[in-house]
């Protein structure tokens, strides 16, 4: 992600404590984590297996 515009924020150490991005770019983050959620969760009703191995 290096090239994409986002800055850290930094500590009196000069740790890095946050980022900052350009709003499309955290938006897009947001869109991409909200669809792999929701792969997942179709992935666990698909799998007959899965309620078997919550049951254990």
Do not use: F, S, W
Not at 6 to 34: F, K, M, S, T, W
């Amino acid at each position: 992600m290096g090239a994409t515009g986002e800055q850290y924020v930094v500590d009196e150490h000069g740790n890095r404590i946050a980022v900052i991005l350009p709003l499309r770019e955290y938006e897009q983050l947001q869109e991409d984590l909200h669809d792999l959620a929701m792969v997942a969760e179709r992935q666990k009703e698909q799998d007959p297996h899965h309620h078997c191995l919550h049951a254990r």
